[in-house]
Every structure is written in structure tokens, then in C-alpha cells.
């Protein structure tokens, strides 16, 4: 391969990273906040379809991703209150937004099948984007790519810079300790919720608004489980995300690169390779079992209610 | 005056029970605004959805036939879930069954013998368990999370699936369509209902959930998986996590397999791309609404069945999406886990 | 009556107007009465006693006074105003400070990020500012703690000092400090410097509220005694200067049944359980790893092991029983090698424990009597791989009736049993087994007075038939009243074993705080 393939290799997986850091940085504040939310993929969903179908209509892309974060905040909000007020099993919710997303978004997105919408244009940004090799690579790209990347930097500030990240981490390591500190633990989880659930609708919007502007039931493909494997993978710190994000991103777009220059494997196997190697990263990084019960938040996924 | 809840002393069996009429109640509640909110006639959908179907016989079977492999699924996976193995791959484990379960018929179309069936429902049930050893394996060697594995082997099955039917499995026959041979009538499941897809496979079905009933309530095998509704309790018993971890995936996979090849080896007669149909997301909705009780499995199946069935017809005379059943699934389970709120605690009026 | 309350004015004149006041304060949950009226009053720079014994009533209140329940009826006066205060932080802002049983600390934070969760909520965020703060109220108080290093890696004691520091330095200047059962985790040492804090603070005129249920401690430190049973205050008395018997029986009601003084060891039996040289590393992040664990059980004696939790008992339990295994040869049962022996093989062997954890260990409260009933000796009911459930059920009977388990019928959840029942239920459960070697931790932990006795008198019984016993317990004065020979655990490391007879509380306190370097130099005396 010359430079330039390898420039837009690169760069291809820096986009195709995008949705899968922003939903996985949702993820990991809602998880660090002690809610397991296995909706991921149902919220990307939801976020996709509602996104498509505002931007079909207003013309704006940019429409689009704002009604997908807000679709996808809905979901999470959803979520929180029925774990957090409702106390019902995380797990159990989860899927069960995984599929009334899935649900929502082919049946919203039924008389849409096939319909095409302007993308989000790039945005390179002036200056960075004329560095030789880096600007193609980072800085040509549409507006949440860069945000994707802000958001992780973010994020690693927000929780072990600020008193609210603080906050948040002490809630979900145990709540009940943090409700006898008199810290707001239903408050702060219905927020994670709504973060993750907003990020999730976004990664959504992202994808169909940006990185596929055609509709197509099933667009999220699993990237939202993905997302939640990269958390596990990260071992729940932000900035570990990026290292997971690139490398399962890279995974996809080689294997897309290697059909275009006609490698001989079956394309039908080659399309199982991300899922493997979400499947081989996490038995790599799970294999000290210390690990991960040091990094995990304590409290992850076990109801919590204070008495009145 | 403002709701407030009180923690009930003990949980409330009764509610249990009631807990999945409210919620499907609350349920087709939603559909039909939703219906309405789409532009459609709520009444009109609503027939579509859950009458149509029953009305007459051959609705009937096609319910029966859709709610065969969900009380498969459903009832294998309230012992894993009940046992905490979270295996949210019965899809995989479904398509894993069904194409074990082919082997037969596509290396050896000609073969005909009344063992032939019963080896090809084995060798399901066997592919389904040896798929779901895959992350028993992975979890008790290598510590890794059972919800993300199972998941991510769903997709790779999916691959698999489409690979073979694509490619070495399929049929020149057929022209470049994707699928395998048809099974040979040997290698197929009697039918017991004429002029409907009912066969042995829909009775077998629905024997499941009673032979889980009896495990569960019976056998020291039931004894270990209630008592790891706590795993530190588990371990003063002196049983071993490992073992419950192989044994509820090996069954449950076991079980999802089956219903693959039932599926394959009767009413649809071949090894196709799209034999699943989501039915092993569709088996855990099954799996909760039956609230993990192998007595409810059937119930829930036969009114997942109706979705199925229901969302099918209704895209026919209503050109509405087929989508609408999973999302009725899914309301279904989100109404039911709100409801599920009752079991525990109670709602009591307060002074705001 | 008239001298009553003449010496109560004297007092009020000494100390000064209450600060807190507490006017028939009730609290009900499903089928209990938690608090029934409960008034008291505290005053300016007083220490003030709530005593009781567990399951009195003590945490409720407690729980009513901080914001965090509640109360049914009745109301709070504080400094002289009726108020609500509907959240601990409303509580922390009239000036209180509540240090509770559980410390409300977060294992994975460090210590000023821990206090920087209450501590100047709206000022900017500067851990840096915390740590000062930290050092200069560590010096002024004498309460020393390492501001940086994570709560996970600090002692007991340090961690008590961090949650006394926290309402020292709140905002709004500290008025009434509340310390729930202060001393349960402390050795002897720890609390009588602790007292030596409190005396200061109060001379300040700080108001303390001490609640415990240790007599003594409360006749040495404290000015004034409420004491609380069954949820009502049964007596309010101005001097804490009682004798230790007149409390002990306002504390418990009519006088407990006498302990079953069995005599003592007369000759040590054969020894049935042998540790070697055992080393375990921790299991646990916040584990405790065990280091060079050498002892020996006999038949017919009760070894005490004693030391403030988490000083490597539950990992000594655990690899003594099999719930983690062990080098083959380091630990013997009647001479041969169970290292890698499971739960289930030492259990044939006639080992049987009853774990410090009684609800989700002990028990599964979601699950019956019945299932219960079998969860360490289902083998005995199984017959090719099923339940024979008849005689699971009669055998749940037999077991409730045996030991007194007062229950709703076996077919309910275990978690309708109160705790003293639950208690009688596990124990009973293990001890129907016959075992030859018991081992029991924090056997009347949290357990009525009457179910305490019975338990205790169990333990007498089955070591007169020759068992071998070990009890392990935070709580001296139960292993000096029922143990043949006492060690301690400190460090993840034991003590040598001492004889009962002549025994040194001090050396034992001692060991208890200081690790090692109190008996290294020893050699092992048992």
C-alpha cells in the first residue's frame, strides 16, 4: 500500500471510531454511576431513525443529530426510571431497550427504507488540517468526529477533576454510603442515564446522518454492544477507550479494505472478524480477575433504595 | 397527596402473577396510540394484531407453530437466568442447532431410515451446547463477561449462517438464491395437524417447559440453581460456580438448539438465511414474562407467538412495518418490568 | 424524685441550655416498632450515652435525628426551635456530625477525596486545600490520618479518625457529634484515646451523643445515660455512675438466663485440626493476605480467636473450611493433609462452620425454610440426582421445634425470621450434623440476650461432647467467658495461643493494635 491508501485507511477509522467512542464514553459514566445499561444498541437505534427522519424533513443534518441526542436521552431517562425510582432489574431493562429500540426504529423508519439525505458536510479544521499525514488522518472530518474526541478528554476531566465527577464515582461505588453523605444518588444516576442514553442517540445520529445518509433498518449492527465491550475492555477509564475504539474501528475498516483489494476470504467470514475481536480483547484484559473487580464500579448493576 | 413506596415484608406471589396481565394490558394500550400517532386506524390495528390471527384455525396453527421455539428458548433460559448466567445468545446457539443439525441432510441428501430423524434432532441439540460451551469456557477459564460473549457470537453465527448458505451449502438448484437443499421427508418432522405446519416439533416444544418445571422443582440440579440467587450462599452449600455456569448454558444452549432444527427440519424445510427472526431476543422477553417461572413459559410464548403472527399479518393487509411486533415485544417487557415494581413494593398514598 | 431533679439542675447550670431535644419521637416498618415516643434532651458540651442493646432501637433514632428517615410522630427541638430536617445535609448545616457503625467511606477514594465529597461544597474544587486542612486539624485535634493514601490501605482506627476528622471540619461549626458504636472495632488502646479526644471536644463544648452498648465504657466517659429497649426509653438516668449491674438490667429487661458453666478443659484430647505454616495471598483487593498461620484445635476445647475484624479472620475462616483452598499439606484434619480439599470433602470430614454472614450466606432470604434447612447437608436428602422433598419438609419442622426457631411456617421465606430465630436456625442447622470440629464466627453478633445465651450454652454442650471448637468474634468478653485458650489475629498474622487461666487483657489489647512486633519476639507458649 502507498501513503495515500494508508492516509485514507486511517482516516477511515477514525470515523468509523466515532460512534462507537461516543456511545462507549456514555456507557462509562452511566456504568461508573453503578447502572448497567445493556440498551446501548437499542438507543443507537432509536437515535438513527429519529435522526434520519428529522433531517429528511428539515434538510439539516445537524437537525438530525440534535433530535437523535435527544431521542436517545429519552431512552435513558426511560431506563433510569425504571431501575433507579422503579428498581427493576438492570439487566432485564436493558435488553429490553435493546429491543423496543430495535422495534421503534424499523417501525418508525419503515416508509423511509431506501430514502437518501444530504450528509453532514466536513468541517477541516483550518490550519491542523494542512499537516502533512496527521491533518487527512484527524482534522478533515464532520463535526462529531471531533466531539467524540473532545467528549473522552471531557469525560477523564469531568470525573477526576470536578466534584461532580467525583460525585458520580462515589455513587456508584456505593450508593449507600454516598445517600448517608447526604450526596443526590437518584438525581446523579438519572443524569448518567440520560448522558449515556443522549451520547448512545448520538453515535446513532452519527451513523445515519453522517457516516451511512441512506436508510436501512439494522444500521447499528451490533456497534452498540461493541461500545459496551470497549467499556469493559477500557477497564472503565476514559482515555483507554480511544486504544479500544481504534482498534475494533480498525478491525471493521480492514477487513473492508482487504475485500476491496480483493484478499480472497470469504466476505461473509471476514464480517465476523470485529465481533471476534471484541470476543478475544475482552478475554485478554478479563483474564486477572483482580483486575477487574478493582476497576469495576462496586456497586454496577445491583439496585439500590434508600428507606423513607 | 403524592405515590410513595413501601417495601413489602414479603414479596407478593399474587402480584407476581398479575404483574404480566397489567403489563400486557399497558402494553397493547401503548401500540394502539402509537398506531394512532402513526396515522393508522387504532381499531383496525388492533384487530390485525391480536384477533385476526385467532380467528380462525389456521391462525391458531400458525400462532402454535411461532410459539413452539420460544417456549424452547424461553424455558432453557429461565434456568440460565435464574442460575445469574446471563446468556443473551440463545440466537446464536439457535442458528449453531440448525446447521449441526443439517449437516446431515447436506453431505448425505439420499439417506432415509427412521433413525435418521432423531440423530438429526441430537445433533441440534448437541450444536446448540457445543456453541454455548464456547463462553462457559471462555467465563470460567478466562474470567469473561457471559452477556458480551454470547453476544458477540451471535453475530459470528449470523456469519457463519450466511456464509454456508451462501456459499458451500447452497443448493445449486436454486437458481442463486441463497439456502440449502430441502430436507428429504425422512429427515423431516411429522406433521400432526393436516394442512397446517403443526408437527411433532410444536408437541416437543411444549414439553420443554414442564420437563424444566419438574427439574427446577425436583432435582438437586433445581436445588443449586435457586439457591444461586446468591453466590456467597453457593459456596457455603459447597457447590460449584463453574459447574452451574456450564450446566445452565450447556442446557439452555442445548434447548435453543433444538428449537433451530425443529425450525429447519419442519415448517421451514431447509437451512436458510433468515431462519431466526430474532427469535432468541424474542426467547428472553419470553424467559422474563413468564416472570423466570417454567409454568409461565408457555402462556408467554403463545402470546409472543400472536405478536409474531399478528405483526405479520398486519403488515399484510395494513402495510405496517413488520418491525411492530418486536416493538410490541419490547413495550411488552418494558410495561412488565414497571409492573414487576408491585411485586415488591407497595403503593401507598402519602400527604405531600 | 426531689433529689432527682435538684442534681438535674445542678447540672443544667454546669453544662448549660439542651441543645438537642427529642419530643416522643416514633418510627414504624412493616411488623416492627422501631421507636416508640422516644424523648430525651442533649446539652452543651455534655457526653450523652444512648445505651441498648442491639436491635433496641439505637441506629432508628439515630437514622430520625440525621435526615435519613423519617419519624412517624413526634418532633425534634433543636437549640431551642422546633425543625424538620429532612436530609443529612440539612442536618450537617445546623451544625451535627454523625459517625456511624458502617463508616461512610469509600473504599477506592483517597482520604481528601473522600472528605472533599461534604467538605466546602460551594467553594471551587481543590483537593490540594483539603489535604492542608486535613494536616492542620490532625495536629490540632490529635486525630492523625495520611490525607493522600486510598481508605482501602488504612487501619480501623485511621479510618474512625478520618470520619471524625470529616465532621470536625464541616462547614458549619460542629455543635453535636453522634458516634454510633464507636469502640466495636477499636482495640482497647484505640479507645481510651479516642475517649481522650472526646473529654477535650467536649470540654469545648461540644455536645457528643455516644451510643453503645458496652457498660463500662459508657460509665467511664459518659455524664449522662439514656437508655432505650425495644424502642422506649425505660430509663433516663443523670449520672452515669450506676453500678454496671443496675444497667445491665434497665439495658435487657428482667436479668438474662445464666450462662451454662460447664467446668473447664480437665485434659486436652487428641488434636483433630492442624495449621502448618500457612500462607495465603489476599483474594480480595482490600483483602487481607495470611501470613505463617500455625495452630491446633482439640477435641473437647473452645480456642477463642480474637482481634478487630478484618485482620485476616474471614480469610482464615475461609481456607480452614475449604471456600478457598489451600498448599495440600498446611492443613490437617485428624493428621491427614485437606489443603485442597473443598467445602463439601472437609464437611465429610465432620467439619462445620456457620459463617459470619447470616442473610445471603447463612441463608437465602428469598428461599424457604425448607431449602434452607438443606443447604449444607442437601446430600443427605438426595436421592439419583432428586430432592426427596417430604422429608425435606419434615426434617425443616424438626429442625424449627429442636431449637426453638419461632417461625410462620416452613414454607416462608427465610427472611421472615427475626435474627435472633435466624441465628438459632443456622446454628441448629450445623449442629444437628454432629460435627467434630465447629467453627463458628461472630456467633450471637447482633442476637438478642435470650438467643445469645442458647447459642453460647450449644457451644458449652457440644465441646463437653468432645468437639473441637473454634469461636471467632470481635467481642472479648464473650471469648473470655466461653474459651479454653484465646489467640489473636492482627495483620493477617495470629498471636500465640494463650492459656485462659491468668490471661493479660492488656497483652491481649495489645496484639490486638499493635501486630506483630507485640509477641514476635515470643515464642509460641500453647
Known sequence: MNAAAWISLLSAVVVAATPLLLAATGELVCERAGLLNLGVEGMMAVGAVSGFITAYHTGSAYLGLLAGIGAGAACGILFAWLTVQWVADQ??????????????????????????????????????????????????????????????FAIYWFLYRSRAGLTLRSVGEDPAVAHSLGLPVNPTRHAAAAFGGAMAGFAGAFLSTAYTP????????????????????????????????????????????????GLSINTYLLSALPYLAVLLALVLISRDPLRIRLNTPASLGKPFRAET | MSPVLERRPQSSTVMRVIAPVIAALAATLITLVLLALSGKAPMEGFYALFLAPLATPSGWAQVLVKSAPLALIGAGLVVAFRARVWNIGAQGQYIAGAVAGSVLVIYRPEITGGWVLPVILLLGAVGGMVYAAVPAWLAIRFNANVILSTLMLDYVALAGLHYLTFGPWRNPANFGFPGSVSFPASA??????????????????????????????????????????????????????????????LLSGGLAGLAGILQVAGPIGQLQTDISSDLGFAGIIVAYLAQLNPLGVMPAALLVGLFYVGSANAQITLGLSAALGELLQGILLLALLAANVLVHYRLRWRQA | MDRGRESKLDKQAAVGPPRLELLGLSKHFPGVKANDEVSFEIRRGEIHALLGENGAG????????????????????????????????????????????????????????????????????????????????????????????????LSVGERQRVEILRCLLQEEPLRLLILDEPTSVLTPQESKALFAVLRNLAADGLSILFVSHKLEEVRALCDRVTVLRKGEVVARLDSAKEAVDELARLMVGEAPPPLLLSEKRKDAGPVRLQVEGLNLPAADPHGMPLR???????????????????????????????????????????????????????????L???????????????????????????????????????????????????????????????????????????????????????????????????????????????????????????????????????????????????????????????????????????????
Open chain 1, 91 to 152: 439487566v432485564a431493562t436493558g435488553l429490553a431497550l435493546t429491543i423496543f429500540g430495535h422495534g421503534l426504529s424499523g417501525f418508525l423508519g419503515h416508509s423511509y427504507a431506501g430514502d437518501t439525505i444530504t450528509a453532514l458536510a466536513p468541517l477541516a479544521i483550518p490550519g491542523l488540517a494542512s499537516i502533512p499525514w496527521l491533518g487527512a488522518i484527524f482534522f478533515d472530518h464532520s463535526l462529531p468526529v471531533y466531539l467524540a474526541l473532545f467528549f473522552v
Open chain 1, 214 to 261: 441512506m436508510w436501512a433498518e439494522g444500521m447499528v449492527a451490533g456497534q452498540g454492544w461493541i461500545a459496551i465491550g470497549l467499556v469493559v475492555f477500557a477497564t472503565w477509564r476514559p482515555l483507554r477507550l480511544l486504544g479500544g475504539a481504534w482498534l475494533f474501528a480498525g478491525v471493521g475498516v480492514g477487513q473492508l479494505f482487504s475485500q476491496a483489494a
Open chain 2, 188 to 249: 423431516s418432522l411429522p406433521l400432526l395437524w393436516p394442512g397446517t405446519q403443526v408437527d411433532l416439533g410444536v408437541l416437543l416444544a411444549f414439553f420443554a417447559p414442564l420437563l424444566v418445571w419438574g427439574l427446577l422443582r425436583f432435582s438437586l440440579f433445581g436445588y443449586q440453581v435457586r439457591v444461586s440467587l446468591s453466590e456467597a450462599a453457593s459456596v457455603y452449600a459447597g457447590f460449584s460456580r463453574a459447574r452451574m455456569v456450564w450446566q445452565s448454558l
Open chain 3, 58 to 153: 439505637k441506629s432508628t433514632l439515630l437514622k430520625m435525628i440525621f435526615g435519613l428517615l423519617k419519624p412517624d410522630a413526634g418532633q425534634i427541638k433543636w437549640e431551642g426551635r422546633i425543625i424538620q430536617i429532612g436530609s443529612p445535609r440539612h442536618a450537617q448545616s445546623l451544625g451535627m456530625g454523625m459517625v456511624q457503625q458502617h463508616f461512610a467511606l469509600l473504599e477506592s477514594l483517597s482520604v481528601a477525596e473522600n472528605l472533599a465529597l461534604t467538605l466546602n461544597r460551594r467553594g471551587r474544587f481543590d483537593l490540594e486545600r483539603i489535604v492542608h486542612q486535613i494536616e492542620a486539624a490532625a495536629n490540632e485535634y490529635g486525630l492523625k490520618v495520611p490525607a493522600r493514601r486510598p481508605v482501602h490501605h
Open chain 3, 292 to 350: 505463617n498461620i500455625n495452630l491446633e484445635l482439640r477435641s473437647g476445647e473452645i480456642l477463642g480467636l480474637a482481634g478487630v475484624s478484618g485482620n485476616g479472620q474471614a480469610e482464615l475462616l475461609a481456607a480452614l473450611t475449604g471456600e478457598r483452598r489451600s498448599p495440600t499439606k498446611s492443613i490437617l484434619i485428624d493428621g491427614l493433609p485437606v489443603g485442597y480439599l473443598d467445602v463439601r470433602a472437609r464437611r465429610r470430614l465432620g
Open chain 3, 352 to 526: 462445620r462452620y456457620v459463617p459470619e454472614e447470616r442473610v445471603g450466606k447463612g441463608v437465602v432470604p428469598e428461599l424457604s425454610l425448607i431449602d434452607n434447612g438443606l443447604l449444607t447437608r442437601w446430600g443427605r436428602f438426595l436421592k439419583k440426582g432428586w430432592m426427596r422433598s417430604r422429608e425435606a419438609r419434615e426434617s425443616a419442622w424438626r429442625l424449627c421445634e429442636r431449637h426453638h426457631v419461632r417461625q410462620t411456617g416452613v414454607e416462608h421465606p427465610a427472611a421472615s425470621l427475626s435474627g435472633g430465630n435466624l441465628q438459632k436456625f443456622i446454628m441448629g442447622r450445623e449442629l444437628d450434623e454432629q460435627p467434630t470440629i465447629f467453627i463458628a464466627a461472630q456467633p450471637t453478633w447482633g442476637v438478642d440476650v435470650a438467643s445469645a445465651r442458647r447459642i453460647q450454652s450449644q457451644l458449652l454442650e457440644l465441646r463437653a461432647r468432645g468437639a473441637a471448637l473454634m469461636v471467632i468474634s470481635d467481642d472479648l468478653e464473650e471469648l473470655l467467658a466461653l474459651s479454653d485458650r484465646i489467640a489473636v489475629m492482627s495483620g493477617g498474622r495470629i498471636s500465640p495461643v494463650r492459656s485462659i487461666d491468668g490471661i493479660d487483657r492488656k497483652e491481649l489489647g495489645r496484639w490486638m493494635g499493635a501486630g506483630r512486633e507485640g509477641w514476635e519476639s515470643l515464642n509460641d507458649v500453647a
